[in-house]
């Protein structure tokens, strides 16, 4: 089975705090990759990040940064000093050859940055 | 270089007509999908499509039908629209290579009186 799951539905911080948007995924599959997508307001889906499964360096990229465990088979997401800019639904996602490299959605957690 | 592109952006629909949704991709993508995105429920795959000529279903294919006449473009038809097919469709495409990234259209919202 593959599956995706972001726990935290919600989160709503103050601008300039961090937050950390939690994935845990799961799949029998040696070989996989996970992503990380933004949906603004606007509506539109903008790719993040990309990570196979034999890479576990943490990654950053300005405030953000994706810490990927393998053994917690988590694929976890923060925002360094947010900004309103960032209120968005952020999706986890995972593709695998056992599921024909399709990729399977997390339901998505909605982050609120109040100023 | 535009992308992915979705025609129309909105449509309200009557119970019962038809529509197609047309997808186009100027990148060159082998791969094609179409989503739905309904509330808390993340993106589920509708039907896919691994190259021209080719289509798949995904998880939820029922009341949808699809074509891929030319590599560029993917077409979603509704043949008689219900109500619970109101959603916000997403097409998405990608290269042939596994864990190769999807990149989606700006979506089509879609309500179904």
């Known amino acids: 089975a593959q599956k995706v799951t972001q726990a935290q539905t919600e989160i709503s911080v103050v601008e300039k705090e961090d937050v950390t948007l939690d994935c845990v995924y799961e799949?029998?599959?040696?070989?996989?990759?996970l992503f990380w997508y933004k949906q603004p307001p606007s509506g539109e889906l903008v790719f993040l990040i990309r990570r196979n499964s034999f890479d576990e360096q943490n990654e950053i990229s300005g405030r953000y940064s994706w810490n990927f465990q393998k053994s917690t088979s988590s694929f976890n997401f923060t925002i360094t000093a947010s900004q309103v800019v960032d209120s968005a639904v952020y999706f986890c996602a995972l593709s695998s050859r056992e599921y024909g490299n399709k990729l399977v959605f997390g339901a998505g957690t909605i982050l609120r940055v109040k100023s | 270089n535009a992308g992915v592109t979705q025609t129309p952006k909105f449509r309200v629909l009557k119970t019962g007509q038809s529509m197609t949704l047309l997808c186009a991709q100027d990148?060159?993508?082998?791969?094609m999908y179409w989503y739905r995105q309904d509330p808390g429920m993340g993106l589920r795959l509708i039907h896919y499509?691994?190259?021209?000529?080719?289509?798949a279903k995904g998880e939820v294919p029922d009341g949808y039908n699809v074509s891929r006449l030319k590599k560029q473009n993917f077409l979603l038809g509704l043949e008689s629209a219900a109500p619970s097919q109101t959603s916000v469709y997403f097409c998405?495409?990608?290269?042939?290579?596994?864990?190769?990234?999807?990149?989606f259209g700006p979506g089509t919202r879609l309500l179904v009186l």
């Open positions: 998405a495409s990608r290269r042939l290579a596994g864990g190769e990234t999807q990149y």
């Open positions: 990148m060159n993508h082998e791969y």
């Open positions: 499509s691994v190259g021209e000529g080719t289509t």
């Open positions: 799949t029998r599959d040696t070989t996989y990759y």
